[in-house]
């Protein structure tokens, strides 16, 4: 009783942490979908841990315990997958968005028809004018 | 560098575009005071994200066709005009300029393994001497371009797997003025590419065949 009262807190506090994140939106759409399902799962299989011998007589696996780490390996997997091709998708837009901003950058010295280069050799505009190109304040 | 881009205006007559990837030396001056447009990247890109950088203002400027070469001073403008009647002869999307007197033993064996997984029998495939027709241009413009490291074989796979033609002219080259090649300076840069770009083939490999089979049979 003692391992299910430990098991029960720590997925209970886990759960807690990830709805809290939730909750404050610090994770998006279907980021927070993913980790509400998987606070679900370490809840349903830390408060009852009977569930892990149920699935294992189930799935015919004489050593339950391995299956919940052997499931959660895969799912890390998945995920770290999923990252890398986020991050391939990011990547590729950074690298648009530079190429873009650089050339709308040449169009605008040209347009000023001065032989002013961007970036930073150019003089600064003056700090008057920032606030209303930005359209603040 | 400005001698270069006069050197280019002076044998084509064509627009100049340098593309700075992001260097922090006065490059874009004195390309600006030699006549030539300049883009100056907010970070860097690599060699194939500058010449990238370079096919898309082409397309955003409606033109029909771009020279490629680097500001090194290793590429001969008054080899330009040979690569564009060259291209104009054979109606080829993409002429090559290579070298083949400076090509390294290492770098035959390179061509060679490449040609053997790819079936594109291009010698100098890392020469940035380079003539694009509009076709090209779009598809090396495209966001399928974007995630390529080198002006190189990976930039070959794709113009196939589109049905552009290749073709090589044998040019003359000069050493480099400043510093050497980046891919082929030292054994572990070269594992590094040869690695990067095995896998790129295989990513591609069978692409190439299948749009041909495709292109030929929408013909028939």
Redesign the interface.
């Known amino acids: 009783m003692t391992a299910q009262i430990t098991s029960g807190l720590i997925s209970v506090l886990l759960a807690g942490a990830i709805l809290y994140l939730v909750r404050r939106d610090h994770l998006h759409g279907s980021y927070a979908l993913w980790w509400l399902a998987v606070a679900g799962a370490i809840l349903l299989l830390g408060v009852f841990p009977p569930v892990i011998d149920w699935l294992g007589r189930v799935t015919a696996i004489n050593y339950a315990p391995i299956l919940p780490i052997g499931i959660g390996i895969g799912m890390i997997l998945i995920r770290m997958l999923k990252m890398d091709i986020d991050r391939?998708r990011r990547?590729?837009q950074i690298?648009?968005l530079?190429?873009?901003?650089?050339?709308l950058?040449?169009e605008i010295v040209?347009l000023r028809g001065g032989?002013a280069?961007?970036?930073d050799?150019s003089p600064p505009p003056a700090p008057a004018e920032l606030p209303r190109i930005a359209g603040r304040r | 560098m400005a001698e270069v881009v006069r050197g280019v205006i002076a044998a084509t007559g064509a627009d100049v575009l340098v593309v700075s990837d992001a260097s922090e030396d006065d490059t874009a001056r004195l390309a600006r005071s030699a006549g030539a447009a300049v883009v100056e990247l907010p970070c860097r890109l690599g060699a194939w994200g500058a010449a990238q950088t370079g096919m898309r203002y082409a397309r955003r400027h409606r033109y029909t066709t771009v020279l490629t070469l680097d500001a090194d001073g290793q590429h001969h403008p008054q080899e330009l005009p040979s690569l564009l009647a060259e291209q104009r002869r054979t109606g080829a999307s993409v002429v090559i300029g290579t070298y083949s007197e400076r090509l390294s033993a290492a770098k035959r064996l390179a061509s060679r393994y490449f040609h053997l997984l790819t079936g594109i029998g291009v010698q100098d495939f890392t020469s940035g001497l380079r003539v694009y027709d509009r076709h090209a241009v779009r598809v090396l413009a495209s966001r399928h371009a974007s995630l390529l490291d080198y002006q190189d074989l990976g930039v070959l796979m794709l113009l196939r797997k589109n049905g552009l033609t290749l073709r090589e002219l044998p040019t003359v080259m000069s050493p480099r003025s400043q510093g050497g090649s980046r891919v082929f300076s030292s054994w572990r840069m070269v594992a590094r590419y040869m690695l990067h770009t095995t896998v790129l083939c295989f990513a591609q490999i069978g692409t190439g065949r299948r749009a041909r089979l495709a292109t030929t049979g929408a013909a028939a």
């Open positions: 391939s990547e590729r690298r648009r530079a190429q873009k901003l650089a050339i950058e040449q040209e032989s280069a961007p970036g050799t």
